[in-house]
């Protein structure tokens, strides 16, 4: 069965400082691998996505992830945290079955980026 | 530019009382259509899809349903809410049919069933 984890509930990084949210990833084939990020009582907006060519991966706001096919991973990075990038990050694979478009999200991650 | 629109914002319903939330998208065609469930703020649950008018799949058994009445319209209904209907209700939309994988999110809405 095709899975996502995001193994840390909560990221703590001080303003200024990279920062380095985890996903690993379970699927049969290649992936296709998303980042969403959710701000209090609002929607998800889409950062970035992985589905071929180079393994890192520019999305927006500064973000970026790095595909590691051998470490099954895909981990957002930023080299210098605001504290406007405090909120909740999702990492997502497409469910290759039948075509449908399905997203398998994680369990989403906390993002507190003090100044 | 597509838009993705739903409503309400938020609800407050009483157990048994029906629900209707809709959502639309605008400038696009045959998007395939999804609703999720997002319970205590974390997890993202998928509820249903559609990939064309009155094309409805079920993800999980439970007391709501869904139908698709026009191409860019979902809407999610229950004839009878339960406490735990409650919850944050997230409709998307993708553009497979044109290549697009990555899933465009409305803004939510929040119910709450008392």
């Known amino acids: 069965a095709q899975s996502v984890a995001q193994p840390e509930d909560q990221v703590n990084v001080a303003e200024g400082n990279p920062l380095t949210v985890k996903c690993t990833y379970s699927v049969s084939g290649n992936p296709y691998l998303f980042w969403y990020v959710q701000y209090p009582n609002r929607g998800l907006q889409f950062l970035l996505k992985y589905i071929t060519g180079d393994n890192l991966v520019k999305g927006s706001y500064g973000f970026e992830a790095e595909f590691n096919k051998s470490q099954t991973s895909f981990h957002l990075k930023k080299p210098s945290a605001l504290v406007s990038d405090s909120a909740l990050y999702f990492c997502?694979?497409?469910?290759?079955?039948?075509?449908?478009?399905?997203?398998?999200f994680g369990q989403g991650t906390t993002l507190q980026v003090k100044p | 530019s597509q838009t993705i629109h739903q409503w309400p914002a938020t609800l407050v319903q009483p157990v048994g009382s029906p629900l209707s939330l809709e959502c639309t998208v605008e400038g696009t065609s045959n998007p395939n259509l999804y609703w999720y469930r997002q319970a205590a703020g974390r997890g993202l649950q998928l509820l249903f899809y559609?990939?064309?008018?009155?094309?409805i799949s079920s993800e999980v058994p439970q007391n709501l349903s869904a139908s698709r009445p026009q191409d860019r319209q979902f809407i999610l209904s229950s004839k009878k809410l339960l406490l735990s209907d409650s919850g944050f209700y997230l409709c998307?939309?993708?553009?497979?049919?044109?290549?697009?994988?990555?899933?465009?999110f409305g803004q939510g809405t929040r119910l709450t069933v008392v």
């Open positions: 998307a939309w993708t553009a497979i049919r044109t290549g697009g994988l990555e899933a465009f």
């Open positions: 559609s990939v064309g008018i009155g094309q």
């Open positions: 997502a694979v497409r469910d290759k079955a039948g075509n449908t478009g399905k997203l398998i």
